[in-house]
């Protein structure tokens, strides 16, 4: 008899036990029963009678990727039809567990995929920006993101807002300034896959230098799901809404100095390349005593089954007390472990590869999303959720929390450190697969290990 056979008739004893058992009755039970497993051959341990159906044994898998050449249909075993009416099938085919989900889906959790090809994009001259808030995404409350592309020399003018700002340069390289409330000033040039943060008020500009001819790109992101790139302060905006007669005082000045103000704001803009090594005015003050930047494309992932880590937060690039990040790689067949973080939203953002995400909210919720690179992903504080690489192609992408620190709780660990008999009276698994479960975190774990 297969294993498989054996469990749905050892199901069907035990529930109908179960059924029979007068409230108060079911510890007697179990116990007769586990007396009976125990003198069985079988490698399954004694175990309790289960008090709900086993679950399925569908694996579940995605049907559909970017090599399959399939027509994308509602359909999964003999569940759905196919679509007779219109279809975007480009969509579809992007999304296979959307239009065909894991039957352990059930309910929705809100949308947790937002493409930044989705948002209105803003044209001018030098660059662009488009953004991803709370009107894109409600579910994204905590974080905003803004996705910025400079011309090489093109300037993001002096400027700032209530939320800190955080941000990972994808392309080229960025130079940016800033003046602390003491007087500090800071001037740094900031290259692809490093990171810069400036506290919430403190203004600063940005600027593409002529490192990539193409300028740079970058990814912003605030502790603010309402943010709204559109209503920060901006140098230029203030002065053309200032009386000329104030300005000239204020600096002690002719009002025909200021004559060539521009009378609307300027936002991005053209501009003449800074020199890499540039020099911001010595301040009487100094410069500030944490680093706006962070050089963490130098940081050295650490190596796990599956793929890398590794994570800026404020125990490193101490300035950044609002913004933590782990920039992951998962292998073709691997994925991010089944986690959560404890008290943290996560935005995230995907640069390569494809993936999927299974986002469980607990009542009985679990959704499952797939991830393009230019994909927004977003998990609420405490839902559960893995990342698995659906391409034949290293999947890389970034967690992004609004914390000063990293952390996060591994489903493989919690259960390796806690007592096994008690974990078996959840799961009826045997004694040799919780002895295989990590003690350390798998963080980013690799295919099926060889039977021991
Ligand atoms: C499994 O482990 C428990 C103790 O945790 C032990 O009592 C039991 O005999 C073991 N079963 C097998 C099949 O090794
Ligand atoms: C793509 O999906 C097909 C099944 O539709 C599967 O056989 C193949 O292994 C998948 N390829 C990758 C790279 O996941
Ligand atoms: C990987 O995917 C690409 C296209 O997505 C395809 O051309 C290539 O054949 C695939 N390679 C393997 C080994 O499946
Ligand atoms: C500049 O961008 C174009 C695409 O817009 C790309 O083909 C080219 O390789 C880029 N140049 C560099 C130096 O990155
Ligand atoms: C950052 O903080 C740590 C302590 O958390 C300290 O050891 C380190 O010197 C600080 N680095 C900078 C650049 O201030
Ligand atoms: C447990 O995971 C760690 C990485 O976190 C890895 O170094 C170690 O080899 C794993 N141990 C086993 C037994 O798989």
Known sequence: MSTFLASVLCAILYSSLVTAIPVGGLSSVSTSLSQTAATSTSSNPSLPSPTVPYASDDPNYWLWNDTTTIDPQPERGTLGASILGPQNEQIDKQNPDILAPPTTDSG?????????????????????????????????????????????????????????EWAYVLEGS????????????????????????????????????????????????FPDGSFNDDDTLLLTDWLA????????????????????????????????????NQQPPTSPEGTVPQPFSYEFSKVVPTQYSGGTAKIADSTVFNVSTQIAVAEITVEPGAMREIHWHPTEN???????GTARVTIFAGTGIAQTFDY??????????????????????TLRFLEIFNSNRFEDVSLAQWLALTPPTLVQQHLQISNSTIAGFN??????????????
């Open 108 to 164: 929705t959790v809100g949308n947790a995929k937002w493409p930044f090809s989705l948002s209105k994009i803003q044209l001018n001259t030098g660059g662009w920006v488009r953004q991803q808030n709370i009107q894109q995404m409600p579910i994204a409350t905590a974080m905003a993101g803004v996705n910025m592309r400079l011309e090489s020399g093109a300037i993001r003018e002096l400027h700032w807002h209530q939320t800190a």
């Open 174 to 221: 960025t130079q940016i300034t800033s003046v602390d409330q003491d007087g500090r000033n800071y001037v740094a040039t900031v290259q692809k896959g490093d990171l810069w943060y400036f506290p919430p008020g403190i203004p600063h500009s940005l600027q593409a230098t002529n490192d990539n001819p193409n300028g740079t790109e970058f990814l912003l992101i």
């Open 241 to 276: 809404h200032t009386p000329k007669e104030v300005i000239a005082k204020n600096f002690q000045d002719d009002i025909t100095d200021w004559d060539d103000i521009p009378g609307s704001q300027l936002y991005i803009f053209p501009g003449v390349p800074p020199p890499d």
């Open 346 to 352: 996560e935005w995230g953002f995907f640069l390569e």
């Open 372 to 393: 393009q690179p230019g994909d927004i992903s977003y998990v609420p504080t405490a839902y559960g959720h893995y990342v698995e690489n659906t391409g034949n192609t």
């Open 439 to 452: 003690k350390t975190k798998g963080v980013v774990v690799g295919p099926r290990k060889s039977s021991s």
